[in-house]
């Protein structure tokens, strides 16, 4: 079994910076993709970045791409996702969620198996 917890989250201005960490627990990833996905209030789940835990390889969601940036500390088990330039479209509940195993990073909610509880990002204008 595999336990995600996010934390990090918080209330910034627009054009601020922020960074969210997801620390796992319950087994190794050698073999595993994470994922940040956003949930804002009567929208659906979408992705926003991810991460291979083998190499580092990652993939990003167009919106965000060039302001948020994700990595992992393998020997933390940690993965975070620092966030510049944040716009008030980036309110959101972040979720961090892990797939194992897997060869790929993917952007698809339902492929991912663990999740953690989320963390709230405000951005006010």
């Known amino acids: 079994q595999v336990q995600l917890d996010e934390s990090g989250g918080g209330l910034v201005q627009a054009g601020g910076s922020l960074r969210l960490s997801c620390l796992a627990s319950g087994r190794t990833f050698s073999s595993s993709a994470m994922g940040w996905f956003r949930q804002a209030p009567g929208k659906e789940r979408e992705f926003v970045a991810g991460?291979?835990?083998?190499?580092?390889?990652?993939l990003y969601a167009d919106p965000v791409k060039g302001r948020f940036t994700v990595s992992r500390d393998n020997a933390k088990n940690t993965m975070y996702l620092q966030m510049n330039s944040l716009k008030p479209e980036d309110t959101a509940v972040y979720y961090c969620a892990a797939r194992s195993p897997t060869a790929y990073v993917y952007s698809g909610p339902s492929l991912y198996q663990y999740w953690g509880q989320g963390t709230q990002v405000t951005v006010s204008s």
């Open positions: 991460i291979r835990w083998s190499d580092g390889a990652t």
